[in-house]
């Protein structure tokens, strides 16, 4: 267990006495990808909240590469090698395509080198790569802003990717896509994962079993059980909590 | 493509060209009045150009940059006026004597040398910028509360200068006209003119210089933190940084800007941190267009110069028109004028142009073949030239028709790029 790339130990949030995450224990592995589901209120986001830094846990630890993450600013974290994609797809608008990556793949990212350096040939080759991988090169100059919904999610995926993450953290991945991009995010998550380690949380319950990771199943800030997507749906305890009411939505 | 930029380039040749004449022409041109507002109002343009960076691409909006104004002013001021004090009693300022001070304060010192007085009207508001936006930044106050803060910091340093009748002659600020630079009175119409050159020549440098900073990555970054701030941060960038830095700067630009204003207007004084004034500065940038650094000059000096001429004709009545222009631009042109001309505004225009005169050639055409057909029915109507009439309005309408198709079609540049066919991966 000492070569996990992240460890969570029992980490508390308390919300003015509400429990949004409580004793909560999980650890990555290297290459691994996780998918984390659970009902609404089960502390998903805040979970990813606590890793980046934006949350502060009010007990508990989270150690990445061996390292304590507590009490550091949120581009602290990013720069030591945790790259986040939030829920609703959150790219510079105003900003290029191109421009868009060339932000994620810039380095180091300070004030003087942004100023005086430009791209170098390598980082120059990788914004194209990465258009490449998410078939946005017609889009290169297009601002962020007027691609759709779907191209959004990639370009963020991809700006993800760019900044070179050991560890990755995809937040409703899917939310608003068609069928047919769903499939192909999934194929693009799996490919990462290897060479990143990569935590997807998600509702898509056929997304999530086309990633064929373990799951995780969180409920109340707590992790209810950990396994196969087959063995979970099978547990009494996930079904209750989980997959009956969203049947019951779903009816 | 390539002729295209070819015609660019010589337009903007002879842009530069006219300028430059402009600049070197204008004491020729204008009365001495009024090449000194011009060279005033240039000075605000820097100022204004400061606004830009940090409200424009950045998206703080301060309402205190009058300090910053002031400080750049007050420290030429201090110069002048220790420069000329050698044939006064006790060798020090003549104000100095109405208070009863007798001994030069500690921190006029260093002012009576031209080199740091050079380095400190940027440096010292620079500084000062900088390190009141760092405390704030790194608070994470954001938004109206950082304006109301920058406000609040602009009332405590007008209150603070009012008060220093004995270090810095309170109320009533420090003259510069009777004094002496380069043996000439700098009140005189010779340096006037020479100041108007050094501003007119500032402005550009600096223009260049933040065209050359909101230009590349570093701008892009810059325009990040206004869209999504937190987004910006998990991506490994700190945001703190970049904006004490932007706020510095734009401190330092409006340091420079009032010195020169204080040796074209005359005096630094308290006024220049009156709360209107850091309020009419934000508006230049709002009208002329935030985010276009032309937009923040062109804003500064039209205004003003519309303010003097109204102010002369109508006096009362400007306050009326500052505000009907700033709800005009709220309501109406958001990006302000250069803003909506880059943006899609004139090609709104020109579209809804082409669709009068599309309509307009359709009436002719009826008209013309209700004509003709007139005509057939009534024979003797021929001799009245009325089957040519209808002819011509025909031929008329469909010019018109066309006209108003291809200006339509014109203001699409992107249409083709939508049709190309779209690679899934």
Redesign the interface.
């Known amino acids: 267990m000492s070569s996990a790339l992240l460890e969570l130990r029992q980490i508390t949030v308390s919300f003015d006495g509400f429990l949004a995450l409580r004793d909560l224990n999980l650890s990555l592995q290297p290459g691994e990808l996780r998918a984390v589901i659970g009902p609404n209120g089960a502390g998903k986001t805040t979970f990813l909240d606590v890793i980046?830094g934006?949350t502060a846990p009010t007990d508990g630890d989270v150690v990445f590469k061996g390292r304590s993450l507590l009490g550091r600013?949120?581009?602290r974290i990013?720069?030591l090698g945790i790259?986040?994609k939030?829920q609703s797809p959150?790219v510079?608008?105003?900003?290029s395509v191109q421009?868009n990556l060339?932000?994620?793949v810039?380095r180091p990212?300070?004030?003087w080198s942004?100023?005086f350096q430009?791209?170098t040939a390598g980082q120059r080759d990788q914004v194209h790569h990465l258009m490449s991988?998410?078939?946005l090169q017609?889009r290169a100059d297009w601002a962020a802003g007027s691609l759709s919904h779907g191209q959004k999610q990639?370009l963020e995926i991809a700006?993800l990717v760019g900044?070179d993450p050991d560890l990755l953290l995809v937040d409703e991945p899917v939310a608003g896509l068609t069928d047919?991009e769903t499939d192909?995010t999934a194929d693009?998550l799996k490919s990462l994962a290897g060479d990143h380690t990569v935590l997807v949380i998600e509702h898509d319950m056929e997304f999530i079993r086309r990633l064929e990771s373990p799951v995780t199943v969180l409920h109340q800030g707590h992790v209810l059980c950990e396994g196969t997507m087959d063995q979970v749906q099978v547990d009494p305890r996930v079904i209750e909590v989980y997959l009956g009411t969203t049947e019951e939505e779903n009816g | 493509m390539f002729q295209s930029l070819q015609q660019r380039r010589w337009l903007l040749v002879c842009l530069w060209v006219l300028i430059v004449a402009a600049i070197v022409a204008a004491p020729a041109i204008l009365p001495v009045f009024r090449l000194n507002l011009l060279g005033r109002f240039l000075s605000l343009a820097i100022v204004a150009l400061g606004i830009d960076l940090i409200w424009g691409f950045t998206g703080l909006l301060s309402l205190g940059q009058g300090i910053f104004f002031a400080l750049g002013g007050y420290a030429a001021a201090m110069y002048l006026q220790l420069s000329n004090a050698g044939d006064l009693p006790n060798g020090i300022p003549e104000f100095f004597g109405l208070y009863g001070v007798k001994e030069l304060p500690f921190f006029w010192h260093p002012f009576a040398s031209p080199w740091f007085t050079l380095v400190a009207i940027w440096l010292i508001p620079g500084v000062l910028a900088g390190v009141l936006g760092g405390l704030v930044f790194r608070n994470r106050i954001k938004g109206v509360y950082f304006s109301i803060l920058t406000q609040a910091a602009l009332l405590v340093f007008y209150n603070f200068f009012n008060g220093q009748q004995k270090l810095i002659n309170g109320t009533n600020g420090l003259q510069t006209p009777a004094t002496k630079l380069f043996d000439q009175y700098v009140g005189s119409d010779l340096m006037q003119r020479w100041f108007f050159w050094v501003t007119a020549v500032v402005v550009i440098l600096i223009w260049a210089l933040l065209r050359w900073?909101v230009r590349?990555?570093?701008g892009?970054?810059l325009?990040?933190i206004r869209?999504?701030e937190?987004?910006?941060?998990?991506?490994?960038?700190?945001?703190t940084?970049?904006k004490t830095?932007v706020f510095g700067l734009a401190g330092a630009l409006a340091g420079i800007g009032g010195a020169l204003y204080t040796v074209q207007s005359g005096s630094a004084s308290p006024q220049f941190m009156e709360v209107p004034m850091s309020i009419d500065m934000v508006i230049w940038v709002a009208v002329g267009g935030r985010g276009t650094l032309v937009g923040a000059i062109l804003g500064a000096v039209v205004i003003n110069f519309a303010k003097s001429l109204v102010s002369e004709a109508l006096p009362e009545s400007w306050l009326f028109i500052q505000g009907g222009l700033f709800i005009l631009v709220v309501t109406a042109l958001p990006e302000g004028v250069i803003g909506w001309f880059r943006g899609e505004g004139p090609g709104n225009w020109l579209n809804r142009l082409g669709y009068c005169l599309n309509t307009l050639g359709n009436w002719l055409i009826r008209w013309g073949n209700a004509l003709i057909r007139q005509s057939t029915a009534f024979p003797w109507l021929n001799y009245l030239g009325i089957n040519t009439l209808g002819n011509w309005l025909i031929g008329c309408g469909h010019a018109l028709n066309s006209v108003g198709i291809v200006r339509r079609i014109g203001t699409y540049p992107r249409l083709e790029?939508e049709g190309?066919v779209?690679?899934?991966?």
């Open positions: 980046t934006k600013p949120e581009h990013a720069r790259g986040r939030f959150r510079f608008e105003k900003l421009e060339a932000l994620a810039s990212k300070q004030p942004l100023l430009r791209l991988i998410v078939n017609n990639w700006m900044q047919e192909l693009l | 900073v590349g990555r570093f892009d970054v325009i990040a869209d999504d937190p987004r910006l941060r998990f991506a490994g960038y700190n945001p940084l970049f830095l790029l190309q779209e690679v899934q991966p």
